[in-house]
């Protein structure tokens, strides 16, 4: 039995190998070839010599060459070790036309289908971008547009596709209907809808247009209205869109279930995740229990927890908000529910779009390294560090899963800013008038970061020239270095004297800690002052040459959550310096600058910014009074430049003493288009105190305040400054100034 059963097995084997060896492909035979190469078409079908064939690998390779789009007809046939594969190539598209378009151009309409001039015509392609016109025509309210195409057969196997269209009317929408409602009126709810109901109005727009998407897309808007006022259970029974007869106009119904009112009941938190205390999470989250159901404060809070968990590195924390509906008591426990997932590590950072700045300018920002573990709140802190630089307009850090589970790809895409400014006969200030000004101001010299300012400035009272550079990572390390050299010449009209200033200046900064750094610095300056023969006592006291010689430093501690345009956390710098390290000069001159920034609700920031400066002289000197402080302008809106405080005739001297504290907020406007930011702000101040060569000038304090709006815009001719200001509280001798700007010229 057993010999009888090894004969058999031997037979079957023997006689499969045999049949195996008859379907060997000893040969490959390709027809119909005329743009594509024969070793594309082995590779698609994926057939090679001495390979074994059978029916099944002929279909696959069958299909797998007409899923390439390349070929209107395929046919395999294999006779004896010979493999034949007869094709047929599609042609290639010569032109694409559009004909009876007359609402849509043919840019909008090639940006919108797959096929191009010159790609392989493909049927099945054609039918995708048929629909994709449809598509675009549908949402614009034109529902019954036709798409018909057609092909014109050239010679060398090119066609010209046209794309003939009917176009139809728009449907609009001529009535909103809501059934059910009871907790907001249908007014409420076609408020928050993107549909509207046609109107005289809305004649030029296109909002009354009806659109299935747009229609879906307010469902959700209305059930988010519900659902973040306490009603969780809340939904459309049905919804309903129907022509109206003998007009081109729909009319939609909806009808709703709103549910019961909820408010929030326990909330827990079961968590694996040891790193983060469930005690300190639960004081943290919005949802609070006895407040009203809101589904963007689950959301809320559910984001908060991630940012909370990837400052460990766990980028891929699992959260889960289950809900527990006591129907009794009307109320929704919420269980969050935290599994941490693995941690993960930064494996590659690439950075894109810097066809200027060099890629260690940009990699100097960031606070992450590759092979550092995965960290939320870093990544955002090495965006904003890149965007402080104000070298790009956009950046954007794309997070990437690498092959490896645990590891994700950084990618940076930036967007070059232009960065120098030319002041070429582009200049005015409602506060100094008319001014010629030509220079050159660059804040990344050669894409390295560095900053160079070439700059001269003229007008009917004033000259300057100013020469500066600065380079923020000496051999490539973070250590600032700038010099600084300048010349002024102010002839004003209003008082009896010109000044002349010529100085130099040389300073380096490095980092202290984190947050925390030191500059510093050394100046030396001579200032003439040449009084007319009009000129009052106190115009003649400032006849005279002063030559300053002053060491100093600056230190500062930045705990702001971000660089550019923090919203919370403080900055504050302290600068002092001392004259008398040679020079006629001897004086102590100190300044503190405080910021402190909150978040007041989601759209709201709030500042607070303090600074203060005294001076004193010694060694039984005075301190130049060119060293004095002097507040308007800028520094204390609402007030002309330099035209507050102690006043000495036409003169105004300044002071020792000054402080300026200003709150501010911002507001949205609807003028985001224009790249507008505006601010609302409270100034208050004064500057005050004189020494005895004054005698009996009036220096005591006075406090000044006003209140107005901000308006930076990012226009084509460069930043524009508006302030809008009102003095609340001044002096007699004070000069106000309701309205300021400024204009500079980018390049």
């Known amino acids: ?87 047929i190539e599609n042609p290639t ?13 043919d840019d909008d309409l090639l940006s919108e289908i797959l096929l ?55 449907v609009s929408v ?25 109107s005289l109005i809305r004649y030029f727009s296109s909002s009354d247009n009806y659109d299935p ?3 879906e897309y307010d469902k959700v808007l209305i059930s988010n209205l519900y659902r973040n006022s306490g009603y969780p259970n809340f939904s459309f029974k049905s919804s309903i869109a129907q022509l109206i007869p003998n007009k081109n106009q729909f009319e939609i119904i909806m009808t709703l279930d709103e549910g019961d009112l909820y408010f929030f009941g326990d909330i827990n938190i079961k968590s694996n995740f040891k790193k983060l205390n469930d005690a300190f999470l639960a004081n943290t989250l919005s949802v609070k229990k006895g407040n009203l159901y809101n589904a963007d404060l689950i959301k809320d809070d559910i984001a908060s927890i991630k940012n909370s968990a990837s400052t460990y590195g766990y980028s891929f924390v699992q959260i889960n908000s289950k809900k527990e509906f006591d129907n009794i008591n009307k109320q929704v426990n919420i269980n969050y529910l935290i599994d941490e997932g693995p941690k993960v590590y930064i494996n590659k950072i690439t950075i894109n779009g810097n066809t200027r700045t060099t890629d260690k300018v940009i990699r100097r920002q960031l606070s992450i390294a590759e092979g550092d573990s995965y960290s939320k709140y870093l990544i955002n802190l090495s965006k904003n560090k890149i965007q402080s630089l104000q070298y790009f307009s956009k950046v954007n850090i794309l997070e990437e899963k690498d092959q490896a589970f645990d590891k994700i790809n950084l990618v940076i895409n930036v967007e070059e800013n232009n960065t120098g400014e030319a002041t070429i006969g582009a200049g ?37 020239y100013d020469i500066s550079f600065a380079e923020p990572y000496l051999y490539g390390r973070d250590l600032y270095i700038k010099t600084d050299l300048y010349s002024e010449l102010q002839d004003s009209a209003s008082v009896n004297y010109e000044t002349e200033r010529l100085g130099f200046g040389i300073s380096l900064g490095f980092p202290l800690s984190y947050d925390k750094r030191i500059i510093a610095k050394y100046s030396l300056f001579n200032d003439k002052t040449s009084a007319d023969s009009s000129a009052t006592d106190y115009e003649r006291m400032l006849d005279g040459t002063t030559t300053v010689s002053s060491i100093g430093y600056a230190f500062s501690s930045d705990n702001r959550n971000s660089p550019y345009k923090p919203s919370a956390g403080y900055k504050y710098v302290l600068n002092q310096d001392i004259a008398g390290i040679g020079g006629d000069s001897y004086f102590v001159k100190s300044t503190i600058e405080y910021t402190y920034y909150k978040r007041l609700n989601k759209s709201l920031i709030g500042s607070l910014k303090l600074n203060s400066g005294h001076l004193n002289g010694y060694n039984n000197k005075y301190a130049p009074i060119s060293s004095y402080f002097n507040l308007g302008g800028n520094k204390l809106r609402g007030f002309t430049n330099q035209s ?27 003028i985001e288009n224009f790249d507008i930011t505006s601010t609302l702000f409270v100034d208050i101040g004064s500057v005050w105190g004189l020494d005895n060569r004054f005698g009996s000038i009036e220096d005591k304090h006075e406090l000044r305040s006003s209140l107005g709006i901000n308006f930076i815009w990012d226009s084509a001719i460069g930043p524009i400054n508006f302030i809008f200001a009102k003095a609340i509280q001044k002096q007699t001798t004070d000069k106000t100034d309701n309205f300021y700007f400024d204009i500079g010229y980018n390049f």
């Open 1 to 87: 039995m057993i010999r009888k059963l090894i004969l058999l097995f031997s037979t079957i084997f023997i006689s499969s190998y045999a049949f195996a060896s008859d379907n060997i492909i000893e040969q490959i035979e390709i027809n119909g070839l005329e743009r594509i190469e024969r070793e594309t078409v082995i590779s698609y079908s994926r057939l090679n010599i001495d390979e074994l064939y059978s029916n099944d690998i002929g279909n696959n390779a069958l299909k797998e060459l007409y899923n390439t789009d390349l070929f209107s007809d395929v046919k395999i046939e294999y006779i004896d070790g010979l493999l034949s594969i007869e094709v």
């Open 93 to 105: 598209i010569n032109l694409i036309k559009f004909s009876g378009n007359n609402k849509k151009n």
């Open 116 to 170: 191009k001039d010159r790609s392989i015509y493909s049927r099945s392609k054609v039918k995708k971008d048929v629909n994709k016109i449809l598509s675009l025509y549908q949402r614009s309210g034109r529902l019954s547009t036709e798409v018909i195409p057609k092909v014109e057969t050239l010679k060398d196997n090119r066609v010209n596709l046209i794309f003939e269209i009917n176009e139809s009317d728009i």
């Open 174 to 198: 001529s009535k909103i209907t809501f059934i059910g409602n009871k907790v907001f009126s249908s007014r409420e709810l076609r408020k928050v809808m993107k549909t509207k109901t046609s």
């Open 213 to 215: 998407d747009k229609l």
């Open 428 to 464: 005015y200030s409602s506060a100094t008038k008319a001014n010629l000004q030509l220079g050159i101001t660059e804040q990344n010299f050669l894409g390295k970061g560095q900053q160079l300012k070439f700059q001269s400035s003229f007008g009917d009272e004033f000259t300057s």
């Open 644 to 670: 507050v405080g102690p006043k000495a005739g036409n003169s105004y001297t300044g002071g020792q003493y000054f402080y300026l504290l200003s709150t501010e907020t911002n507001i949205d406007l609807p």
